[in-house]
């Protein structure tokens, strides 16, 4: 085979045809993995969604709405039930706060607002600083665990900012960034049950008379 000059054009068309057989073998590439990424996080999200709520016997996965938050966005939720009975909420919350960027958290509640459990999903923290919230908050040593708390009383804050749990050693931002997460997460679950939240609090009305049987959808 007669051998290209190497001219403009010649050259032009071998980074062409270059390009175009990498995409290709991106794309194949792509559409092998796709079935197995989307397998990962299905799994990733099943095991989180018995880590925050206990004793459900439907899929959660597959009864969700989206309920807005104070911000004005709106937030994924997860309903858990016990036969026809709700026994409590996932909410997948967020926050861009964090020292590194977004912080991505599932909330388990119960149907009043108590916080039973929460799972990271994603978050990008400082390694040994940040990076523990996977487990600092729910520790119970001194003022550190937030589960059990009733998220109606009011909004989670760190104990610099004149509230009562303690933020992670030397990693307050990060602190802050996910009790942002989760008190966002309790926004759209109020928006669920149809009442209002205090915007400066973030408490709501007495949940006494809260109806669980007749959640609002959008």
């Known amino acids: 085979m007669k051998k290209l000059t190497s001219t403009l054009p010649n050259m032009l068309l071998s980074l062409g045809i270059i390009c175009i057989v990498a995409g290709a073998l991106l794309a194949s590439v792509n559409d092998l993995t796709a079935g197995e990424i989307a397998a990962s996080k299905q799994k990733k999200l099943e095991s989180a969604l018995k880590q925050v709520i206990d004793g459900f016997d439907n899929n959660p996965s597959e009864e969700t709405a989206y309920f807005p938050t104070l911000a004005g966005d ?19 919350s967020n926050s861009a706060n964090g020292f590194n960027g977004n912080i991505k958290v599932l909330v388990g509640l119960d149907t009043k607002g108590k916080l039973l459990n929460y799972s990271v999903l994603e978050q990008q923290e400082t390694p040994g600083l940040g990076t523990k919230m996977d487990e ?21 804050k760190v104990s610099k900012d004149g509230g009562d749990v303690d933020a992670i050693t030397a990693a307050t931002i990060s602190s802050r960034a996910f009790l942002d997460a989760v008190n966002r997460a309790y926004q759209a679950f109020a928006a669920m049950k149809g009442i ?15 109806d669980d049987t007749t959640l609002k959808q959008d």
């Open 74 to 92: 709106s937030l994924k939720i997860y309903e858990a039930k016990r036969g026809e009975e709700l026994i409590g909420v996932a909410v997948e």
């Open 136 to 156: 600092w908050f729910r520790t119970d040593k001194k003022q550190q665990s937030v589960i059990n708390k009733n998220l109606s009383d009011g909004a989670l």
């Open 196 to 210: 209002q939240v205090d915007e400066t609090s973030g408490a709501t009305e007495s949940t006494d008379e809260w």
